[in-house]
């Protein structure tokens, strides 16, 4: 049995790069190709260093080797990652914050928000500091899901300036336009105005030292999104989803606007929340209401780490709603699944910074309280 080295290159232009639009081929990632005999070797030059892309890569390169040339052809796939020197993340650094996820959904009603205050808790349970932004302008829900919807920030004097100082809650700093508003009134406010808002809470507070700041980001993909990334030098994003179809065709959308070429920020996974219901009564029985693993396929589908799923649990609501985040709850299956999510995404915000530039030096530097992290 004797490879065609045209034959193989053929079959190779029908897949391309997870996050590329061109085939292997056609981009340039195909760099060369040799055969000996049933034996091929091909040359691979990937821009990113993510372990689930090189080995989707190796794989869909076998598969299709296999497939369309010749089932028993040995295949050796050579990977040699170039990154890209350009900066990856845009914006003005603010001194003391060490990493800036975002989190967002495509649409709204996904438990963004739910989501965003238990990764938070489970955060600051681990040993970092944290603070949460809420960017969510027109459904501002943090003040009531950590139980401050009455506080006002005041004014301290920092090195000669006035700033705010953030709420603090469960021992996470907390700013969100829904302390400069009544809980009856409506924020009835155009684009320019939020976006001027959420720059004075994140340029104007005093947010001290923070190993993570996350921020709530409103529902779809506008003009908040925007200020934020031209803002800030975001290290990440998180997507939240529910699992059914509709749900995962705007979460699709909300993956894309980061990884999009004018926004380019790195996402660190995607969050499956109301994956599944169990009854108290029957705890071996999973109910897929909304569908099965939807967040999970799509995340395989985009090549991006699936970073968990989150049941449906009343107490997750009645904790929200009471100002106590479930992730609270000692001993519990929630407080388990919100903290092996949130080990997730420090593994991932790790390994985003150990591999890709930024414009700022952004490094985690205590691994406190999170064994599944290697020090």
Same mark, same amino acid.
């Given at each position: 049995?004797?490879?065609d080295?045209?034959?193989?290159? $053929? ?7 997870a ?15 040799i055969t000996?005999?049933? /034996?091929v ?10 372990m689930?892309i090189k080995k989707?890569a /190796?794989d ?11 089932a /028993? ?7 040699k ?6 900066p990856?993340?845009k914006? $003005?650094s603010?001194p003391?914050?060490?990493n800036?996820?975002?989190?967002a %959904? ?15 808790v ?13 960017a ?12 401050v /919807? ?14 705010m ?19 009856s ?8 105005? +939020? ?5 004075q809470?994140?340029f104007d ?13 409103p529902?779809?993909?506008g003009?908040?999104h ?8 975001v ?17 699709? $959308?909300?993956?894309?606007?980061f990884? %999009? ?5 790195p ?7 109301? +994956? ?5 009564e029957?705890?071996?029985? $999973?109910?897929y209401?909304?569908?099965q693993?939807? +967040? ?13 799923e ?6 997750i ?21 919100f903290?092996?999510?949130t080990?997730?995404?420090v ?12 414009t ?16």
């Open positions: 049995m004797k490879l080295r045209k034959e193989i290159l $053929k079959a190779l232009e029908t897949i391309t790069v996050g590329e639009g061109k085939n292997m081929v056609e981009s340039g990632a195909v760099t060369n190709v000996f005999g049933d /034996e070797v091909v040359d691979l030059v990937l821009g990113t260093p993510a689930h989707r /190796e869909d390169i076998k598969k299709t080797i296999h497939d369309l040339v010749n /028993e052809a040995k295949v050796k796939v050579n990977i990652v170039e990154v890209p020197e350009k990856e993340i914006g $003005k603010i003391g914050i060490k800036i996820i975002a989190v %959904s495509g649409k709204g009603g996904v438990g963004k928000s739910t989501v965003t205050a238990n990764l938070a489970s955060l600051a349970k681990m040993g970092f500091s944290v603070g949460v932004l809420d969510d302008i027109y459904g501002p829900s943090m003040p009531i899901m950590f139980d /919807e009455n506080e006002k920030p005041i004014s301290i004097l920092v090195d000669g300036k006035s700033k100082k953030p709420i603090e809650s469960y021992e996470i700093k907390l700013l969100s336009i829904g302390f400069f508003t009544s809980p009134q409506a924020v009835i406010w155009r684009g320019p105005m +939020a976006s001027k808002a959420l720059n809470m994140i507070a005093d947010w001290g030292e923070l190993d993570f700041m996350l921020i709530d980001l529902p779809g993909t003009d908040i925007l200020s934020i990334m031209q803002s800030l030098p290290t990440g994003a998180v997507v939240v989803s529910t699992p059914q179809a509709v749900a995962l065709a705007d979460a699709k $959308k909300g993956v894309s606007m990884l %999009s070429e004018a926004i380019n920020v996402v660190l996974g995607i969050i499956e929340n109301m +994956a599944y219901f169990t009854p108290e029957l705890p071996n029985n $999973k109910y209401i909304f569908g693993e939807g +967040a999970k396929n799509l995340a395989a589908d985009l090549a991006v780490p699936f970073l968990g989150v049941p449906i649990v009343q107490s609501r009645e904790a929200g709603d009471y100002g106590r985040p479930a992730a609270m709850q000692t001993g519990s299956v929630i407080e388990t699944v903290e092996n999510i080990r997730k995404v593994e991932e915000t790790v390994s985003r910074n150990e591999n890709l530039p930024a700022e030096a952004i490094k985690i530097t205590t691994m406190a309280g999170c064994s599944a992290v290697k020090k």
